[in-house]
């Protein structure tokens, strides 16, 4: 029993209170018990972690590569077809007689960024393929602008 000020707690449990509470205040939970499976065998911490790990929602795992997947070919086909749209707009321009100028070095950057953001995409690294694509595309319409008419 354990005296705080004028009451005694009768609910001491190998040197560690519960106060009331089914489980004890220490570090792992168990007051220093042992933990018990439904047969009522004893379980240790570890055996018990990897019974929880093992549980586990079917098919998160599968979710999650599909979404990457699907998320890579997404920012892939996005790159890609930035790029083939700054190659058709270079060969239209071209096409019209237009004069080569800055416009053609934002096109050129803009595709070489576009086909970046492809590989990048294709490898995984999707984050840093939407920045390098969009920075591609805003070059281009940069490239596009009536001052490099």
């Given at each position: 029993?354990?005296?705080?000020?004028?009451?005694?707690?009768?609910?001491?449990?190998?040197?560690?209170?519960?106060?009331?509470?089914?489980?004890?205040?220490?570090?792992?939970?168990?007051?220093?018990?042992?933990?018990?499976?439904?047969?009522?065998?004893?379980?240790?911490?570890?055996?018990?972690?990897?019974?929880?790990?093992?549980?586990?929602?079917?098919?998160?795992?599968?979710?999650?590569?599909?979404?990457?997947?699907?998320?890579?070919?997404?920012?892939?086909?996005f790159?890609?077809l930035?790029?083939?749209?700054?190659?058709?707009?270079?060969?239209?321009?071209?096409?019209?007689?237009?004069?080569?100028?800055?416009?053609?070095?934002?096109?050129?950057?803009?595709?070489?960024?576009?086909?970046?953001?492809?590989?990048?995409?294709?490898?995984?690294?999707?984050?840093?393929?939407?920045?390098?694509?969009?920075?591609?595309?805003?070059?281009?319409?940069?490239g596009?602008?009536p001052?490099?008419h």
């Open positions: 029993m354990t005296k705080h000020g004028d009451e005694t707690h009768g609910d001491e449990t190998h040197g560690y209170e519960t106060h009331g509470y089914e489980t004890a205040n220490t570090p792992d939970g168990t007051g220093g018990r042992p933990f018990s499976s439904a047969s009522g065998a004893s379980v240790s911490a570890d055996e018990l972690r990897a019974q929880f790990q093992a549980q586990g929602r079917p098919g998160l795992v599968e979710n999650r590569r599909r979404d990457a997947r699907q998320a890579r070919w997404t920012y892939a086909a790159a890609g930035v790029a083939v749209v700054c190659l058709v707009l270079t060969a239209m321009r071209f096409g019209r007689g237009d004069a080569a100028g800055a416009w053609v070095a934002l096109y050129a950057l803009g595709v070489a960024l576009s086909s970046w953001g492809f590989v990048l995409a294709r490898i995984g690294r999707t984050r840093w393929a939407l920045a390098v694509t969009c920075i591609g595309a805003a070059l281009a319409g940069l596009d602008s001052a490099f």
